[in-house]
């Protein structure tokens, strides 16, 4: 009988839910409007520190060049283009992903970090 009750629920549920969130809105993207702020900087200085732990590298964070936004169930998915330094070598920039929870002890997780390859940058050029 319980588990009569639970499908009910959920047939009743799962289309309202559905419904008050179409996917094109789920899947909007919000560009990062000043790259400078304070927020944006903390997180690539996060992604960055996280990496070099991670790796066990010493790169050394200069700037956000651009950047992106996507609101999910699980928090903020931010997509950042960075500018690092890697010891003598010039700087380059990374593409990061890091998801921003909120809450808890940690709510910065980092998804990915890596070097943009220097045929996007060619192929781009305006």
């Known amino acids: 009988m319980r588990l009569?009750?639970?499908?009910?629920?959920?047939?009743l549920v799962v289309p309202?839910?559905?419904?008050?969130?179409p996917?094109?809105?789920?899947?909007?993207?919000?560009?990062?409007?000043n790259t400078s702020e304070p927020y944006w900087i903390n997180t690539a200085e996060f992604a960055v520190t996280s990496y070099n732990k991670h790796e066990k590298k010493n790169l050394v964070f200069e700037s956000v060049v651009k950047g992106k936004t996507r609101y999910e169930v699980t928090g903020l998915y931010i997509v950042l283009v960075i500018k690092v330094k890697d010891g003598?070598?010039?700087?380059?920039n990374y593409d990061v992903a890091v998801r921003d929870k909120y809450a808890?002890?940690?709510?910065?997780d980092l998804i990915y970090f890596?070097?943009?390859?220097?045929k996007f940058y060619l192929d781009n050029v305006q």
């Open 23 to 33: 996917d094109e809105v789920l899947e909007t993207w919000d560009p990062v409007q």
């Open 114 to 118: 890596r070097k943009r390859p220097l």
């Open 4 to 11: 009569q009750w639970v499908i009910a629920v959920l047939v």
């Open 104 to 108: 808890g002890p940690n709510p910065l």
């Open 16 to 21: 309202l839910v559905t419904a008050a969130a």
């Open 88 to 92: 003598s070598l010039p700087s380059a």
